[in-house]
Every structure is written in C-alpha cells, then in structure tokens.
C-alpha cells in the first residue's frame, strides 16, 4: 500500500567531498598530503617550499596553494605557532616577534604582539599537533591521516591520557592530556585555511569555466523552484506544506559553502526578479532552511548595519507558516527549501558564553564575494577589511582578528568556535543544534522517493550515514514508495548515465583496479548494497561535467528523472 508524502521533498542532493573536488577545495587524500608536508622536518626544505607548493614532488593537486601575501603571512604564522621543535614553546623570542611583525605589521605594540603570539599558541597548538602527526599510522597505499588523528586525539580525550611521541634527541615526550584539544583546535584551523584558499582562488578568478557550471547549475534550480511554486500555488493552499516546501532538498557533509553561498545568490536573483500570484497579486519569495532557528549579521557593508538588532533569522517551517496566513497584497507568500550542514560549517560559529549558533556569510553579495569566509586569526586573503561592529574593532586593536560578536549575547567569538563534526572513529554527542539537523536529515531521507548520492561514496565506515540509510531505504523495500538512487561519483567514466547490466558490467571491469574510485564503482556497490541495482543509476564522468550546459533539461535528468516513479507525490504526472 503506498503512503502519501506530499509534504516532504522528493529528491535530496546528498553532497560529499567529491563535488566541490574540481573546485580546489582538498579531499581527505590531499588534506593527508598537505599535513603530512607541514609537519615533516626534511632537511633543507623551507616551510615556503612546502606552502607554495614548489617541491619536484607536489602535494596539493588542484587545490591551489599559497601565493604571494598570503604565503608570507602562512609561514610565518606557522612558526611563530612553535614550528621548532628544538626551542622551548613557553618562550616567545626574538625570531617569533620577527615572524609575528611579518604578519601583523611593523608598527605594532611589542607587548601586545608578545602577548597575541602566546594567546594563539595556546588556542591553536600547533607545536603538539607536528609532533602527534608522526606517531599516527601510515599506509603508504592507503595514508587516511585526516581520519587517524582526530581519532587518536579524541580516543585520549575521552581516556583522559596524553600522547607519548619521539623528541629530536630520541626521548620519549608525553603530550599531556590539556594540550590536545588546543592541538585539535589547530588541525581544524588549519584545515579551514586551505577550504578559504580554494575560495580565494575562484573569488580572484582562478578555475572560472568551472565555477560558471557550479553557478548555472544552482540559478537553474533556483528558477526551477520559482516555477514549481506557481504550479503549486494552483494546487495547494499556501499555509500546507505541500505548496511551501520545495521538492528539492540539499544535504551536505562538507564544511565549505560552495552551494549554500551560490545557492543564496540565485535565490536572491529570482526574488529580485518578482513573481507574483495572480489570484492574490501578492510576490513569491523563497528562502533556505538550516534545520535549526539561527541568526546571520546582515550581508551588508554599511556601517549602522552593524549596530545591535540589525541581523537577519534563518527562515523555517513556523516561520514561512505565519507569513503565508497573511493574504494582503503587499505581503510576500514564501517558499522554503531545506539545507543541511549534517556535520556543521566552517560559516558558523557557537558562542562560548551563551551557546547559540550564528552564522557568516560576509558583506557583499556576488557569487565570488572575497568575503564569504569568516576571517581568521591572522589577516589571510584580504578578508581583513570587512564591515565590522565597534566591539570587533576593539578586538582587532588587540590583533583578534577572528573576533566577531556573538549577534544573541553580545560576547566575543573567535574561529576556533565553529561547531564541526570531524573524521574520527570516536563518535561523541554533537553539540545540540548539529544534533538537531542531523535529526531533519534523517527525516528526510526516509520521504524522499529519489537521492542523489553527490560526490559522496556512502563508504561502510561512515557508520553514521550508513546506517541511516540503511533504516529510511531498506524500510521501505518492496513498497510502492521504494527510493531510487543516482549516484554522481567519480570522474573517469564516460560522461552518461548507466544503470542496471551495463552498470554492473563497469563495476566488474574495474572493481579491483587502480581506477576503481575514479570511476564510481566504490559509491555504486555501496549504493546497489543498499538501494538494490534495479533503483541505481550512475554518471561517472565527473562533477562539473554532469551539469551540462546547465538547462533546465540538464538540471531535470539529474533531480527529476522520468526513471524514477513518481506516483503518489506531487511531481506525479
């Protein structure tokens, strides 16, 4: 007996590392590469080499590395973060104070870089973090060191234990058990730098045919949505879910932004543009869904922007409710379409003092605005400049320069504050609004009828998701609202969709070579192990290249295709 879901959105891009990989942002392969570089100590290899990618041997792949300002400014960051092992990390000498002027300016108040120096290395303690990276494992055929080192510091964070690793001279060195998290908090810091690199690259230009297909691809969405209101508009009363929840709904593992960011801008665009009910006359707006209530200063370069009370709230369901009961003609009718950072955001932050979640998202619009990222502890890709409150300007005179006001509270929050949910094996209870949309997204996955596993491999180990899965498809084996899958993985295939015997048939060719990932067949068995091969289809010949030209047929054959039974929701025909 089929169930009725018209509530619910019927497909749901699920989006993984490999979808932005085109991009420069680093996979996990390459995060452990770069890692790996900046924590070995070869002999005569200058910590620029290693930054500017230089070295015969390179590491970052497409991701781009670091250029000109922003190279001086990373290396010496790094070292005055306690890069030598040999001097004692308690002291901030004379090369540390050199290192930090290079960053911060040669005009700046001695003991107040003297004090910012030691304040960072206690936030971000890069000096144990080079020395844990050694002791983790290393498998040259298989290096996952993204994976082992939160696990290895989160498994002694819950024992209560240290970390015992080699000193230079052969002794045995304990990392007491109150420096880890400070080491934890430097892996993400770190991590979060390379994503901002990437954008600063497409924000000055950098793979710009390829970011144009990212960007065609989310305005299509964008005007397909607006369309679909108006149909169901006809169809639906306002206030029922089946009119004001968009049939399309984004789940996203990733930290970065890519899609939101671009996401935004289209839905923006389509606003602007005005559609407006003919029976009411009034205009139909659309707007995102975090999952969780939350609150974003104002994307605004204006100063009074910046004053108490000027900040925007996420839309949801309660609130697109109440505003659609209004029928007056000068009042907006909203649509909402569902994003979730299942594992958080490098844009959010969680206040220490009162625990709410904001988020930043700069202070211009475009969808290459050099301000998207928040900034960071040290004045990196000329995201220094933004549109700060008079608090924060306060905080900057101190050199906190990641410092922005909690837009609840009031107090003071800084980048080691983004609530994220990183690669370890020791799964702990996440803070309470990630806990909360990881809740929605489950919720989503058992409605939806079709899923797009987007550069995403659902591989075993991912316990959470597998699971998850597992439960909302497998529940639903041999009824009629049975899901489908279509997996976009890999970039080697052909460029075309396969399914059933011939999908299989590249799965056996190439399941035990070297190109396995490459094209696919890792996400497709794990798909079919879930979905059953007669529900999967693939395109494996990459991430931009699915997109096409970016019309709306283009954009239908990946969200909506007619392979998928539709019967019984609201894109029934």
């Not at 041997?57 to 890069?83: C, H, Q, S, V, Y």
């Not at 309660?318 to 299942?342: D, H, Y």
């Amino acid at each position: 007996m089929r169930s009725s879901n018209p509530s619910f959105p019927e497909t749901v891009l699920f989006i993984g590392a490999g979808a932005t990989a085109q991009l420069g942002m680093p996979q996990s392969d390459l995060q452990t590469k770069i890692f790996r570089a900046f924590s070995s100590n070869e002999p005569n290899v200058r910590l620029e080499d290693i930054l500017a990618d230089s070295r015969p041997k390179r590491i970052f792949g497409m991701t781009p590395a670091f250029e000109g300002r922003n190279l001086e400014i990373m290396a010496a960051f790094i070292r005055f973060l306690g890069d030598d092992l040999e001097k004692d990390w308690n002291v901030v000498d004379e090369d540390d104070m050199a290192n930090g002027r290079i960053v911060f300016g040669e005009n700046v108040d001695e003991r107040t870089l003297r004090s910012r120096i030691m304040e960072l290395r206690r936030e971000y303690d890069w000096n144990a973090l080079k020395q844990i990276i050694p002791v983790c494992p290393h498998d040259e055929g298989e290096d996952n060191l993204i994976r082992d080192v939160y696990t290895m510091i989160d498994m002694k964070l819950r024992d209560k234990q240290g970390i015992k690793v080699r000193g230079k001279n052969g002794n045995v060195v304990l990392i007491e058990p109150n420096r880890l998290p400070k080491a934890r908090n430097c892996l993400v810091l770190f991590t979060n730098i390379i994503f901002a690199n990437a954008w600063y690259g497409l924000s000055k230009g950098k793979r710009a045919e390829q970011f144009q297909k990212y960007v065609r691809f989310m305005d299509c969405l964008a005007r397909m949505m607006q369309k679909e209101g108006g149909r169901f508009a006809s169809r639906y009363d306002r206030t029922s879910p089946a009119f004001y929840r968009q049939s399309t709904s984004i789940i996203t593992l990733n930290f970065e932004i890519v899609f939101l960011w671009l996401l935004f801008n289209a839905n923006r665009r389509v606003n602007h543009a005005g559609f407006y009910l003919p029976e009411t006359s009034q205009k139909m707006e659309q707007w995102l869904d975090f999952g969780v209530p939350s609150k974003s200063r104002k994307i605004s370069a204006v100063s009074r922007d910046r004053s108490t009370g000027r900040f925007s709230y996420s839309q949801d369901e309660t609130s697109v409710f109440r505003a659609n009961e209004c029928c007056s003609p000068g009042s907006p009718v909203g649509r909402i379409g569902s994003f979730f950072f299942a594992h958080g955001c490098c844009n959010w932050r969680e206040c220490p003092s009162c625990g709410r979640m904001m988020y930043y998202l700069g202070d211009e619009w475009g969808d290459n605005s050099i301000h998207a990222n928040p900034p960071f502890p040290v004045p990196l890709f000329e995201n220094n400049d933004f549109n700060r409150t008079e608090k924060e300007k306060e905080w900057k005179k101190r050199l906190r320069y990641d410092s922005l006001e909690c837009i609840s509270c009031g107090e003071q929050t800084i980048a080691s504050n983004a609530p994220m949910i990183m690669q370890t094996m020791i799964k702990g209870i996440p803070t309470s609004f990630l806990d909360e949309v990881q809740r929605e997204s489950r919720v989503l996955l058992r409605k939806a009828r079709h899923i797009v596993l987007f550069g995403y491999q659902l591989p075993p180990d991912d316990v959470l998701w597998q699971e998850a899965f597992s439960e909302a498809i497998r529940s639903r084996k041999g009824t009629e609202d049975e899901a489908f899958c279509t997996v976009v993985v890999g970039h080697l295939g052909d460029k075309r969709w396969i399914q059933g015997d011939e999908m299989m048939k590249v799965v056996e060719k190439y399941r035990y070579t070297s190109e396995a990932i490459g094209r696919g067949v890792k996400a497709i068995i794990n798909a079919v192990a879930v979905f059953g091969k007669d529900r999967v289809r693939a395109y494996c010949g990459g991430i931009p290249d699915v997109f096409g030209e970016g019309t709306e047929a283009d954009v239908k054959e990946i969200l909506y295709p007619e392979w998928v039974d539709w019967k019984g929701t609201r894109l029934e025909k």
